[in-house]
């Protein structure tokens, strides 16, 4: 009671203060209290001015004399007007620092303003509502953003329909519907619906999906529905978290580069899911790390990739590249260091300087490669034409056989006669 009287006390003293002022304090639009709902169904949009911006609640600020009162800006309009809350039926309702629609419908989107005042002093604050149709043939609307939860595998979990408190009165037992992606869940493996709750025996990672919960119940003799979708999302289960694996650089490779050309070593890291946990990488030259590298040479490149049997696991590669490096800077120590919540590795890169082919090897190789490569096209060339060389040589490099001056005749010796045979047989043949 003290403690009330003491929050009035200062509330009224602020208000005093602004009094003369005569001012209005509007704290603008915001956009993150977006409250989204689906056409003919029920919605409460409570005043944010309580729930992020003053230190006190709804009745310590009426029972200082403040009044909160709402106002509402039309889709496409300029023009703020109050909110009528004498509407047939009491369509729109207010209680404390809530505004009740039962129901909404489309014409109610657009900007609500919640202003808390007096006769000379004021504060407000605005946010959007936006009431949404159900897609055709769907449980819901894709523009409807829902909830995320996030389930280990090969784990038991619970699936609560969320925001159903409060709407119907505590003697009504509403009927509750389960859908898994606008699928009705009837007779699912390991999922049993039960009232507002869904459980799930042993989670798995097809089970990943929108969960949809369709609650109706009836209020003063009219039907209602609360429609709410839940985003389930796996993750590697709890029993698989593990340290950072270093899988790159390691101990049984070395990298070898020359001097003025470009350095380049990955470290390429394993990271298995771990709840809550950060995931850090990173490299050090002669003990400085990244955020004091200034020469412009160095460059860092990082890339991740995930680990598709294992939710929420990844590989993260990030590979140091030094461009025109010296011969001094291929002597330092190049070190990879990785760590989450669990635990850290480091591990240095094995580098050294490789050294080049000497100039006169090169050029010794080289000459015997082209002299090899013509030995074998000369074999070649005499194997398939050996034949056409033999009688080009005696077709014109050869002399006629004669004895004590006297040219031999065809007849006089058989061996010319078949050379001349073996001549027509080439020519005629070719």
């Known amino acids: ?13 602020t208000v005093t203060r602004d009094c003369t002022s005569e001012r209005c304090d509007d704290w603008g639009e915001d956009t993150r209290k977006l409250t989204q709902a689906y056409d003919g169904e029920p919605v409460r949009l409570r005043c944010p001015l309580f729930e992020d911006y003053l230190k006190h609640n709804y009745s310590t600020a009426h029972s200082a ?18 909110i009528n809350i ?30 808390l005042r007096n006769t000379t002093f004021c504060l407000k604050i605005a946010f959007p509502f936006e009431v949404l149709k159900k897609d055709a043939d769907s449980c819901v609307s894709i523009n409807k953003a829902a909830e995320v939860v996030i389930f280990p595998l090969q784990d038991t979990a619970l699936l609560t329909c969320p925001d159903t408190t409060g709407y119907y009165p505590t003697d009504v037992t509403p009927t509750v519907n389960w859908y898994m992606n606008c699928i009705l869940v009837d007779g699912f493996v390991d999922r049993d619906p ?37 985003y389930v999302k796996t993750i590697a289960s709890h029993l698989q978290a593990r340290p950072p694996v270093m899988i790159t650089p390691n101990d049984k490779q ?11 070593i990955p470290c390429e890291v394993y990271f298995s899911y771990v709840n809550n946990s950060y995931t850090d990488i990173g490299w050090r030259i002669n003990g400085k790390s990244e955020g004091d590298f200034t020469d412009q040479r160095v460059l860092v490149n990082e890339s991740v990739t995930l680990d598709m049997g294992n939710p929420g696991a990844k590989t993260i590669k990030k590979e140091l590249r030094i461009k025109n490096i010296t ?11 990785a760590k989450n919540t669990l635990g850290v590795v480091s591990r240095q890169a094995l580098v050294k300087e490789k050294v080049g082919t000497p100039r006169y090897i090169t050029e010794l190789a080289c000459g015997l490669g082209a002299t090899l490569f013509l030995v074998v096209c000369f074999v070649i060339v005499y194997h398939v034409y050996w034949l056409e060389m033999v009688l080009f040589y005696r077709a014109h490099f050869g002399t006629d056989e004669t004895i004590g001056g006297t040219k031999l005749k065809e007849k006089s010796y058989p061996s010319l006669k078949s050379e001349n045979i073996l001549k027509h047989f080439v020519r005629i043949t070719l």
């Open 194 to 230: 039960k009232g507002l709750s869904l459980q799930f025996i042993n989670v798995l990672q097809k089970y990943e999906g929108n969960y949809t919960c369709i609650v109706s119940y009836d209020e003063n003799g009219r039907p209602y529905n609360l429609t709410r979708t839940i």
């Open 254 to 264: 070395t990298f070898e580069f020359i001097a003025g050309g470009e350095l380049h």
């Open 327 to 337: 011969p001094d800077e291929l002597k330092h120590n190049y070190t990879c260091t």
């Open 65 to 82: 004399g403040l009044t909160l009162m709402w106002y509402w800006t039309g889709k496409g309009k300029d023009l703020e007007e109050p």
């Open 86 to 115: 004498r509407l047939p039926d009491n369509r729109i309702s207010k209680d404390k620092d809530i505004l009740w629609f039962r129901p909404a419908l489309l014409n109610d989107t657009g900007n609500y303003t919640c202003m």
């Open 1 to 13: 009671m003290k403690i009330s009287f003491l929050l009035i006390c200062l509330l009224v003293l």
